[in-house]
């Protein structure tokens, strides 16, 4: 299978690395965009080692044999997923923004869309993130969580992303 991972810019995304790898383990290809804030919490090199792609962070960036690939990984790929999707990147998928690698594929993406949620409790509880997930779902994004859990705040509430085995799981359709 071919995956597209959509890294946000949430303390989740070293999660996503172990999603990756557990990916190229078990045979399948990963290429991955990274949206504008996601290398403050992980480095592109990290999820190029793990995959052996470039990873893709803006529209200008053209792959060695010519194709944009914000685009090209977009007709390659099977399954999209968003993770860590933050309280931001969520407005911006549901308002059809297209201001990074992120977003720009989830524009052009015609596949299973995964969409996981992370961020803090009062952020999700407010009515305008579930206004945006609402839209996302309605958009066709399969909703993974968030789950109860220790927050980056450090304490435990609604807001944790769901484990990278989860979405491994719901990637494989064994969820």
């Excluded at 999603?19 to 403050?40: F, T």
């Excluded at 994004?141 to 220790?150: D, K, R, S, T």
Aim: net charge positive; with cysteine; glycine share 10%.
């Amino acid at each position: 299978m071919k995956v597209l991972l959509g890294v946000g810019g949430g303390i989740a995304a070293y999660k996503i690395a172990a999603l990756a790898s557990a990916l190229v383990q078990r045979g399948h290809a990963v290429r991955v965009a990274m949206s504008r804030d996601a290398e403050a919490f992980i480095g592109r090199r990290s999820f190029e080692g793990l995959t052996g792609q470039t990873v893709i962070v803006s529209s200008t960036q053209i792959d060695p044999d010519g194709r944009a690939p914000h685009i090209a990984a977009t007709r390659d790929a099977e399954v999209f997923v968003v993770a860590p999707a933050t309280a931001d990147l969520c407005a911006r998928l549901a308002s059809g923004v297209a201001d990074c690698a992120v977003t720009l594929a989830a524009l052009a993406f015609r596949g299973r869309r995964l969409l996981c949620p992370a961020m803090n409790d009062a952020m999700w509880a407010d009515r305008g993130v579930q206004r945006n997930v609402a839209v996302l779902r309605a958009a066709g994004f399969q909703i993974l969580g968030p789950v109860e859990g220790w927050l980056a705040e450090g304490y435990a509430g609604i807001g944790r992303m769901v484990e990278p085995e989860a979405i491994l799981a719901a990637i494989l359709g064994q969820a």
